[in-house]
């Protein structure tokens, strides 16, 4: 088992979450139970994924909790990309969101190469 709070990855992506939850905060109330509700879900995903992974009792299962981490990452990242086309989003908004959620992803194939090698 691992600590997931000491994780790097896992605190990138609570800090991933926070910043979505802020973000959506200013989109319309008719997305509130569409866009706005699976983008939050992907958000919380992620971190999520993460510490379960963790508190599994083998490797090879946080692996498989990574890797799901990792598809809500790129879901994220889509739906983000689909708010901005919208114009629900200005790109300032989006950018620096896809750039943190990129370095969540590196993080995790890393992450995951290092557990598959002990």
């Known amino acids: 088992m691992h600590n997931f709070e000491k994780l790097k990855i896992w605190q990138k992506a609570i800090e991933i979450a926070v910043r ?20 939050k879900r ?6 999520s994924n993460i510490a379960e992974g963790a508190g599994r009792n083998h490797d090879k299962e946080f692996i498989q909790f990574l890797a799901i981490a990792n598809g809500s990452t790129y879901e994220l990242m889509t739906q983000l990309i689909l708010a901005q086309k919208l114009d629900l989003f200005e790109q300032t908004t989006v950018q ?9 992803s590196n993080m995790n194939y890393a992450f995951q190469k290092t557990l598959k090698e002990k």
Not at 25 to 32: G, S
Not at 42 to 47: L, R, T
Not at 96 to 104: A, N
């Open 20 to 39: 979505v939850y802020e973000a959506t905060a200013t989109l319309p109330a008719e997305e509130r139970y569409n866009l706005t509700n699976q983008i």
């Open 42 to 47: 992907c958000a919380i995903s992620i971190p």
């Open 96 to 104: 620096p969101l896809i750039d943190q959620l990129i370095e969540v």
